[in-house]
Structures are given as structure tokens and as C-alpha cells.
């Protein structure tokens, strides 16, 4: 009967020491609850319109005007015969029609992601490709062999020279 009592008694003291401890000591949970309030001066809400607005100026608009493009979307292409799409650095560009040949100014090419290949300066170029042009200098020039030029999307900056 003693030994119950004692038992219980040490479970009473054990509980009770839990609960002190669990007031006393602050949680993380509430710690975290000082982080910043939506709406303060230290995390302002912004209008749809602000964002907007923003966005218009790191975007920059794009566009096809005087042969170069700038833009998030695709853009369709006419490449004429004779004529060679540079692409900017991280550029894409997919071969609609027509025959098309790798084109760069130094040894590297341009990543074909559809196959994993690189593609060298003269290679052929696959329809409906996804091509990636890693850095300025390297584009696409229609094949001297056929008469009409390329319809190419392109996804990012290019220049026809």
C-alpha cells in the first residue's frame, strides 16, 4: 500500500514539474509568432497595379520591330535565304519549316534539347527541335541548298543579319 502511494505521489510531482516547465519556457511556436505582420511598415501590401507596373519595367515590352525580338513568348520568324538568325544568350528556338544549319562564330554549338546533342557550325538542324543558344554569336542560317528561307519560334532575343 505504500509503495502505491509513494508511486502515485511521484507521478503527481513528475506531471507537475512537466506542466511548470511548459509554461515557464517559451516554445519556438511563439517565437515565431513575432515575425512580421502583413500590412506593417516592415512588410507593406502592394496593389495589383504596383506588381503590374513593375513587372512592365524588368519585361520590357519585346516585339519584332527592325528584326530583333525581346520576349517571354514565342514569336514566329521568317528567316529569308541568305539571311542568319543570331540568337542572344539563352535563347530558343524551334525549326518550323524548312531546312536550317547550325551557325556559330567560334568551335562550340548550339545544345539541341530534344536529342542531347550539341550541335557543331554546318550541321543540320532538326525540325521541331528545341534549341538553346547558351551564349551571343551562334544562331541558325537557312541551307544554301533550298531556295526559300526558314519559319522558325523563337523565344528570347535575336537579330536577322
Not at 88 to 98: H, K, L, P, Q, S
Request: charged fraction near 20%; aromatic fraction near 4%.
Amino acid at each position: 500500500m505504500k509503495q502505491k502511494v509513494i508511486r502515485v505521489l511521484i507521478a503527481c510531482v513528475l506531471i507537475g514539474a512537466g506542466v511548470w516547465i511548459g509554461v515557464s519556457f517559451e516554445s519556438p511556436l511563439e517565437a515565431e509568432s513575432n515575425a512580421l505582420t502583413p500590412g506593417s511598415v516592415e512588410d507593406p501590401v502592394v496593389t495589383k497595379s504596383y506588381v503590374d507596373e513593375q513587372l512592365a519595367k524588368i519585361g520590357g515590352g519585346g516585339g519584332t520591330g527592325g528584326g530583333s525580338s525581346a520576349s517571354t513568348d514565342l514569336v514566329v520568324v521568317a528567316v529569308p535565304a541568305g539571311k542568319i538568325l543570331l540568337a542572344g544568350a539563352g535563347t530558343e528556338v524551334i525549326v518550323r519549316v524548312g531546312k536550317a544549319l547550325a551557325y556559330s562564330v567560334d568551335t562550340n554549338g548550339v545544345a539541341d534539347l530534344t536529342d542531347g546533342t550539341e550541335l557543331k557550325k554546318g550541321t543540320a538542324v532538326s525540325a521541331n527541335h528545341l534549341l538553346i543558344f547558351p551564349r551571343e554569336g551562334r544562331g541558325i542560317q537557312p541551307d544554301p541548298a533550298q531556295k526559300n528561307g526558314l519559319t522558325v519560334l523563337v523565344r528570347g532575343s535575336y537579330t536577322l543579319q
